[in-house]
């Protein structure tokens, strides 16, 4: 294979540079380098919680969607999980961009195939990105949140192809290095919703390291090696197939039963292990890894338009009357460092914002007085009739959810606060979520190693997890916001961005929109017949330079 020559996005790239938690590259368990010469062959036995809803690339940010679709897709471009740099994949170099970043341009590779067969040609790069760039709502197909601004794409010869965009787009180079943008075949591109679905997982074919060879409906997908792949990008540890001759994803929802079997060494690897199981890792033959999102933070998102929370004094109240030290230091461990602000420290743009976040029960009482909410008879805060009684969300994909939750009624009930835990699967809490009558506070988080992620996680387009953005009557309540989340992913210069960024995270803690928890990890079991296992740069697996020695 001949080697595309290493180099890193500048004008384009992150403003810095920043050092992950251990896992993002390949590694041994605890982050400790690899033991020996890699070997191949073996199938890798890999635990997640949930089942994968969608192979869509651009709904991938699901983590068990992600971690087949990281794996069976290749991307134009790479970003490095250590330095977050953007370095030639598929493309054979980086981006030519205009001044205003309205138009890219890319010189893609001649010699790459998917996994059925077919070559990835300039042709197919655009329909990609057409696709994921404005959907298709006749199949239901969503945009992908990673692109912004997208008009069309077009082919210039065989291997370039240009794209443009209505207004500039900065994050477009980062955004075609994400799994949201992972190429597929054209009859995969063909598909509907369904098509990516259960129980059509072997008709998605990409052109990454692995295929879907099978899938137990719900329980069970087996992806294979794909001999003849060759094409990985300079920044992988190795060229040519990957070491594995496969990997069983099985779900096993819950946490004893993941832990257990890992443990036991009757499995390689499990995600999401719960916080109290970390120390069974530190016995001999096996480890951790905690890799960093790299996003917005595991936060609580207070719905401003409910009455209930349309008074900014509430709102701060119950931010100073959550003692958010105590809930890491009582659920968690030293992988959870407690959030400074709606980013991570690892992420683009990071601004510490802790001052607003101060624990002060007192304080707390005294905003809700002033707000004219006075105790009824059952302890329970009042107004005019009506009570203060606030729904959580659980956030099942989220660790913990439920007991933080728990935690939160405990201290809130103090002040007479009301707090409820909305309870369902994960489909009836999402389509709960939608609704600021029916979930007043959001628990949730989202990464992504560009600044695009605050955009992502509270714009009107995209999750809109605030709903400040009214579907019905086409309004925000807060237009200023949105104002801001606009500019962090139009403005075109990396200066002009990390302010736009700035700027909207203070005004999400000024207006108390937010409590920021924790920065949350994927933290991985594994035994240490696994080596060389790495996570791309929000955490999700990457089996391609994997290997067990059992």
């Known amino acids: 294979m001949s080697r595309i020559r290493r180099t890193a996005l500048t004008a384009l790239s992150l403003a810095a540079t920043t050092a992950l938690l251990a896992g993002c590259a390949g590694a041994a368990p605890g982050g400790e380098a690899p033991a020996g010469e890699p070997v191949t062959g073996g199938t890798l036995s890999y635990l997640e919680p949930q089942t994968w809803t969608t192979l869509y690339p651009p709904a991938g940010g699901f983590y068990p969607n992600g971690a087949i679709v990281n794996n069976i897709t290749d991307r134009l471009l790479y970003q490095d999980p250590e330095t977050l740099e953007l370095e030639p994949w598929i493309a054979t170099g980086l981006p030519e961009v205009n001044a205003d970043a309205t138009e890219y341009t890319f010189t893609i590779r001649d010699d790459v195939t998917y996994s059925d067969g077919s070559k990835l040609t300039a042709e197919n790069v655009v329909k990609n990105i057409d696709l994921y760039g404005k959907g298709d709502a006749?199949?239901?197909?969503?945009?992908?949140?990673?692109?912004?601004?997208?008009?069309?794409?077009?082919?210039?010869?065989?291997?370039?192809?240009?794209?443009?965009?209505?207004?500039?787009?900065?994050?477009?180079?980062?955004?075609?290095?994400?799994?949201?943008?992972?190429?597929?075949?054209d009859a995969t591109l063909d598909l509907?919703?369904?098509?990516?679905?259960?129980?059509?997982?072997?008709?998605?074919?990409?052109?990454g390291p692995f295929v879907i060879e099978g899938e137990k409906l719900g329980t069970e997908t087996q992806l294979a090696v794909r001999e003849d792949y060759d094409?990985?990008?300079e920044g992988a540890e190795h060229d040519g197939r990957a070491y594995l001759d496969g990997v069983?994803?099985?779900?096993a929802s819950e946490n004893s039963v993941r832990v257990g079997t890992v443990v036991a060494k009757q499995a390689d690897i499990a995600r999401q292990i719960p916080a109290p199981d970390e120390p069974q890792f530190a016995a001999d033959g096996l480890g951790i890894l905690a890799a960093s999102t790299n996003g917005v933070t595991n936060s609580l998102n207070f719905r401003f338009t409910n009455p209930l929370l349309s008074d900014i004094r509430v709102r701060q109240a119950i931010i100073a009357g959550i003692d958010r030290e105590k809930i890491v230091e009582t659920l968690f461990t030293d992988s959870y460092p407690l959030a400074t602000g709606a980013l991570a420290t690892t992420a683009a743009?990071?601004?510490d914002t802790s001052e607003n976040y101060t624990y002060d029960p007192k304080q707390a009482a005294k905003l809700l007085a002033d707000a004219g909410w006075k105790a009824g008879s059952d302890g329970v805060l009042e107004q005019g009739g009506t009570k203060l009684s606030l729904t959580f969300n659980e956030a099942m994909p989220q660790p913990r959810s439920k007991e933080v939750v728990t935690l939160i009624q405990e201290q809130l009930g103090?002040?007479?606060?009301?707090?409820?835990?909305?309870?369902?699967?994960?489909?009836?809490?999402?389509?709960?979520?939608?609704?600021?009558?029916?979930?007043?506070?959001?628990?949730?988080?989202?990464?992504?190693?560009?600044?695009?992620?605050?955009?992502?996680?509270?714009?009107?387009?995209?999750?809109?997890?605030?709903?400040?953005?009214?579907?019905?009557?086409?309004?925000?309540a807060d237009p200023k916001l949105e104002e801001l989340l606009a500019q962090v992913a139009s403005a075109p210069s990396p200066e002009e961005r990390a302010a736009a960024s700035e700027a909207?995270?203070?005004?999400?803690?000024?207006?108390?929109?937010?409590?920021?928890l924790f920065e949350e990890p994927q933290v991985?079991?594994?035994?240490?017949?696994?080596?060389?296992?790495?996570?791309?740069?929000?955490?999700?697996?990457?089996?391609?330079?994997?290997?067990?020695?059992?």
Do not use: C
């Not at 069983?248 to 779900?251: A, D, E, I, K, Y």
């Open 414 to 476: 103090e002040l007479g606060i009301e707090v409820n835990l909305f309870s369902g699967d994960y489909a009836a809490q999402t389509a709960a979520s939608l609704d600021p009558d029916t979930i007043q506070v959001y628990h949730s988080m989202v990464g992504r190693a560009d600044y695009d992620v605050l955009k992502s996680q509270f714009f009107s387009t995209n999750r809109n997890t605030l709903l400040n953005y009214d579907t019905e009557t086409q309004q925000s």
């Open 504 to 516: 909207a995270q203070r005004h999400l803690a000024e207006q108390a929109y937010i409590l920021p």
């Open 349 to 351: 743009g990071y601004v």
């Open 192 to 207: 509907d919703s369904e098509g990516f679905g259960p129980g059509s997982a072997t008709q998605v074919i990409g052109s």
């Open 231 to 233: 094409w990985a990008p």
């Open 524 to 550: 991985y079991g594994l035994t240490t017949a696994v080596q060389g296992f790495a996570t791309e740069s929000v955490g999700r697996p990457n089996f391609y330079s994997t290997w067990v020695t059992r």
């Open 248 to 251: 069983t994803l099985t779900v």
């Open 138 to 185: 006749a199949r239901a197909l969503t945009p992908s949140e990673a692109i912004n601004n997208y008009d069309r794409g077009e082919v210039v010869d065989a291997t370039t192809v240009k794209f443009f965009f209505t207004a500039p787009s900065p994050g477009f180079a980062q955004a075609v290095s994400t799994i949201n943008s992972g190429l597929v075949s």
